[in-house]
């Protein structure tokens, strides 16, 4: 019975260390429907945090075509709008919607708008940035970038003001792909 017991307790505390896939985190899409990562899964993906009034929001038109030249070869942009810093994205998703349409053409996936840090940090970017990430710390700015591999493992961190279409990025985003 000790046995059983044991390993029992041992079942439960490997259960509770394993590391939270980010394809299992809730999420919301643009629409308010519940979603995840998980149609995303054997993807390459970049996951931005976004928003509409800020310096680098020109951004949004380099992450497009990133999204264009590579979507057939397996990877996505997935863009995040968030309102914490400078108060840079105060729209609804529907004005987030119709602004990223209208001026930037977008059409890779975006997301309800969350929080990147602070206390209402939301799940995906404790995996993305949090103290037991591959690349900690709080998310500088708007246009910060993770990119994930086809694996779900976080790669690379790129930075707020790194341009999407610089070759720090176009070659990590080959070499991501390029890794089966």
Request: proline share 6%; net charge positive.
């Amino acid at each position: 019975m000790k046995i059983v017991s044991l390993l029992g307790g041992l079942l439960f505390a490997s259960m509770a260390f394993a590391q939270t896939s980010l394809y299992d985190i809730p999420l919301k899409d643009i629409n308010g429907k519940d979603t995840s990562l998980k149609a995303y899964q054997g993807k390459a993906l970049l996951i931005v945090n976004v928003a509409s009034r800020c310096g680098n929001t020109p951004q949004y038109k380099g992450l497009e075509a990133l999204h264009q030249k590579y979507k057939d070869q397996g990877f996505a942009v997935l863009g995040f709008p968030c309102n914490q810093f400078g108060k840079q994205e105060p729209g609804s998703n529907e004005e987030i919607k119709e602004f990223c349409s209208k001026n930037y053409s977008v059409t890779f996936p975006m997301f309800d708008k969350l929080e990147v840090k602070g206390a209402n940090q939301h799940p995906l970017y404790k995996e993305l940035s949090g103290k037991d990430a591959p690349f900690p710390g709080d998310v500088k700015w708007n246009f910060g970038k993770f990119l994930v591999g086809r694996d779900g493992k976080i790669v690379k961190r790129i930075e707020p003001g790194v341009k999407p279409e610089s070759p720090e990025v176009v070659t990590a985003i080959e070499g991501a792909l390029a890794a089966k």
